[in-house]
């Protein structure tokens, strides 16, 4: 299948935009640059919105999630939206009892535990995504020629919340399944693979420009059980969107002895967090790859010298790759003065 007509990228709003050819490994004369979590608590426009609202209710409200998602790109001029929902919705969406503690994050009412748990889970309806269809095209109309990018959540970080029924430190539970249990194991991440991939489906129908798999814990893993317990699936998730030709980005943390078997699933651009230097994710993974990164969230702190001395080294360390967007290495913490993130992308576009 190929994508509308009237797709952002067919008719030809972003397909020239710097971060669309940034991702096809071009380098336009400006660096773009946008920032994981920059919708959010960081910004007070955001808090006002939210009051009174559940996070999973904003979410599949599209007036509200278009809202929330167009407010960083007024403020900061930044390259791209993303499209302001949560790995979790498509969870919900399939009839998972989830909700997001503020503070806290995802925790389900049942965890899944056993093989009749997995086989009890029910597969996501086409018509939930109504909400997450009418939110994405709602907001690339306000685009233009900015792009959005659609996302999801890996088929393992999925997995990590749904077998621990909340946040964790170390997945252990998951983990733990994966060996003791191989056959419950591939039907969850199989089931997870197909209602994430559906979920990154319809954003790029609605005009998604680009989409980006986060997935955040599987820095946890060794590269022997990513390869045998989890790329299969997570090549699964991208393989609802393979045919769709929109550049891929894969993204977790804590992962740079697992890029190159992240890159092997089918991804286009490689997210690189803050504990490995650009040029060095660049020879690990060969320098045909683009890169997207990766400052240290914890110097949005600092003193500005440090700051943009620290910028200034990223953008310097991100030429070693064919091409680079600029980015965090991690979400935007919510204590974050939005003016410093409007300020680096000043600096990312002189
Ligand atoms: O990047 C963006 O601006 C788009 C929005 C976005 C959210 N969640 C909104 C959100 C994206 C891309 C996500 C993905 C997500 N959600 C991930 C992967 C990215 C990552 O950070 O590693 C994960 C692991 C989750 C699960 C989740 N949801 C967590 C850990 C939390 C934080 C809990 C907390 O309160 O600290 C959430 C909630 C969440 N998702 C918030 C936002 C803006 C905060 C909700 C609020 O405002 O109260």
Not at 41 to 51: A, G
Not at 106 to 130: K, T, W
Not at 203 to 217: I, P, R
Not at 289 to 300: D, F, R, S, Y
């Amino acid at each position: 299948m190929t994508l509308p007509t009237d797709h952002p990228l067919i008719d030809g709003r972003t397909s020239h935009s710097p971060l669309v050819r940034a991702y096809r490994g071009d380098r336009p004369d400006r660096l773009p640059v946008w920032f994981m979590r920059q919708a959010g608590r960081s910004l007070p426009e955001y808090r006002e919105l939210r009051v009174g609202t559940a996070m999973l209710d904003a979410c599949l409200n599209p007036e509200l999630s278009s809202e929330i998602t167009l407010q960083p790109v007024r403020r900061h001029g930044v390259d791209a939206g993303i499209f302001f929902s949560d790995i979790v919705v498509p969870l919900k969406l399939a009839g998972v009892d989830v909700a997001i503690v503020p503070g806290r994050g995802p925790v389900l009412s049942a965890p899944i535990a056993s093989a009749a748990d997995v086989a009890a889970l029910r597969p996501l309806e086409p018509d939930a995504l109504a909400p997450i269809s009418e939110g994405v095209a709602r907001t690339v109309t306000e685009l233009g020629s900015t792009p959005l990018i659609g996302f999801a959540g890996a088929p393992f970080t999925l997995a990590a919340y749904l077998v621990e029924g909340g946040p964790s430190k170390d997945h252990l539970a998951a983990r733990t399944l994966m060996h003791a249990d191989p056959a419950t194991w591939n039907a969850l991440l199989g089931w997870a693979a197909d209602v994430t991939g559906a979920f990154l489906r319809a954003q790029v129908l609605a005009g998604a420009s680009a989409v980006q798999l986060f997935d955040s814990w599987v820095g946890s893993l060794s590269v022997a059980d990513y390869e045998a317990h989890v790329a299969p699936f997570s090549a699964r998730a991208i393989a609802h969107v393979k045919d769709l030709d929109v550049a891929i980005v894969h993204f977790g943390v804590g992962t740079a002895h697992l890029l190159g078997s992240m890159h092997a699933i089918g991804a286009d651009v490689m997210g690189v967090d803050d504990r490995i230097p650009l040029d060095e994710a660049s020879v690990l993974l060969g320098t045909d790859v683009p890169l997207q990164g990766n400052i240290n969230p914890a110097l949005l702190a600092a003193p500005w010298p440090v700051l943009e001395a620290h910028v200034r080294d990223v953008i310097e360390r991100g030429r070693a790759a064919r091409s680079h967007v600029l980015n965090l290495g991690h979400g935007v913490p919510p204590d974050t003065d939005p003016d410093v993130l409007t300020r680096i992308v000043a600096l990312a576009h002189a």
